[in-house]
């Protein structure tokens, strides 16, 4: 079965960096796009970055120049890596994957931005 499992999340002061993953298995990761998404307390989870099977990135306008979205195939992995962190930052980061036109996400992982 699909499972996407992620860490990486903390604790952290405004401007400083973060490195989140996601582990995937139960399906051909190199053949998927991946994303990662993001839910602060209060509102809608949004889309912070994908990245095709191709390699081919986009960023929600929120992170881009500060998050860095990569994925290694040999590992059935997925990162963000995230610096400048500012306190809109903070939420629960899920990775999420689409097969057979089924939406599969992670248990999530907090991140806290804060002085």
């Known amino acids: 079965q699909v499972q996407l499992v992620e860490s990486g999340g903390g604790s952290v002061q405004p401007g400083g960096s973060l490195r989140l993953s996601c582990a995937a298995s139960?399906?051909?990761?190199?053949?998927?796009?991946m994303s990662w998404h993001r839910q602060a307390p209060g509102k809608q989870r949004e889309l912070v970055a994908a990245?095709?099977?191709?390699?081919?990135?986009n960023y929600a306008d929120s992170v881009k120049g500060r998050f860095t979205i990569s994925r290694d195939n040999a590992k059935n992995t997925v990162y963000l890596q995230m610096n400048s962190l500012k306190p809109e930052d903070t939420a629960v980061y899920y990775c999420?994957?689409?097969?057979?036109?089924?939406?599969?996400w992670g248990q999530g992982t907090q991140v806290t931005v804060s002085s």
């Open positions: 990245i095709t099977s191709g390699g081919v990135i």
């Open positions: 999420a994957v689409s097969v057979y036109f089924n939406d599969y």
């Open positions: 139960g399906f051909s990761f190199r053949n998927r796009h």
